[in-house]
C-alpha cells in the first residue's frame, strides 16, 4: 500500500440530586445497565473495554455502532496506578516506544496548559490503517499519571481501489489539519472520566 508522505507533515503545523426514598427494585440486569459514556467534542464515546491489573488500567471507548474492526475514532484513559512519575517522563516512554516500532516518526511534544501536564502527538502509518493519536498526560491522585488519548484513523479494505485508498487519506490529513485545534480544546477540556476496573471485553 501506498504511504502518502503529506500525512506526517501536519504534525509539524499542528500543535446527587436528593430525592425521597424509593420502593426497593429488583436488581438491574447487565443488559439493563447503562454502559458508561463520555462527551468529547460533542459526541458520545461509549465504553468497549476495560483491563488491568495493580499496575495500571485502560478503559477505551467508542462511538455507537463502531467497534475494534473498523473505528474510526476512539478515546482511551490510562491509569497508571504502580508509577510515581511526572506527566513528562510517562510522556517521554510513551515516545521511545513509539520509535521503537516506528523509528523516525515525527512527534509533538510540548507543555499543556498547566505546567504540570505534557501533550503529544503523532501519526501512525500502516498496510490497512493510518492513525493520528493526541495525548494529554496529566498528575493523578498520589503522584501516579493519567493518560487521555484521542485516536482518529482512516481504514482501508483490501478490496479499496489505490483512489480510495488515497482518498480515505487525504480525508484524515485534512481534517487533522483543520480539526486538530478542536480535538486539542476538547481533550484539554475533558473531565478525567472515573475508571471503570470491571474487566470487559
Not at 475494534?68 to 491509569?79: D, G, I, K, P
Not at 520509535?99 to 502527538?121: A, C, M, Q, R, W
Not at 482501508?156 to 481534517?175: A, G
Request: proline letters at 8%; a positive charge.
Amino acid at each position: 500500500m501506498k504511504k502518502i508522505i503529506a500525512f506526517f507533515l501536519i504534525l509539524s503545523c499542528s500543535m446527587a440530586l436528593l430525592a425521597a426514598p424509593a420502593k426497593p427494585t429488583a436488581p438491574k440486569t447487565k443488559a439493563q445497565k447503562a454502559v458508561p459514556s463520555i462527551l468529547f467534542d460533542g459526541k458520545k464515546f461509549y465504553l468497549q473495554y476495560s483491563s488491568g491489573n495493580s499496575q495500571q488500567w485502560l478503559n477505551e471507548y467508542l462511538p455507537k455502532g463502531q467497534n475494534f474492526n473498523n473505528y474510526t475514532e476512539m478515546l482511551t484513559a490510562r491509569s497508571y496506578d504502580a508509577v510515581t512519575a511526572t506527566p513528562e517522563q510517562i510522556g517521554r516512554s510513551i515516545i521511545v516506544n513509539l520509535l521503537k516500532t516506528y523509528p523516525k516518526t515525527p512527534y509533538n511534544f510540548v507543555k499543556g496548559i498547566h505546567p504540570d501536564e505534557v501533550e503529544i502527538s503523532f501519526a501512525i502509518p500502516g498496510q490497512w490503517v493510518d492513525e493520528f493519536n493526541l495525548f494529554r498526560i496529566i498528575p493523578g491522585k498520589n503522584g501516579h499519571p493519567i493518560a487521555l488519548q484521542y485516536v482518529r484513523r482512516a481504514v482501508y479494505s483490501p478490496s479499496d481501489t489505490q483512489e480510495q485508498i488515497e482518498q480515505k487519506n487525504s480525508q484524515l490529513t485534512n481534517s487533522m489539519r483543520k480539526d486538530f485545534d478542536r480535538w486539542l480544546k476538547a481533550l484539554r477540556t475533558l473531565p478525567v472520566p472515573k475508571m471503570q476496573r470491571t474487566p470487559q471485553k
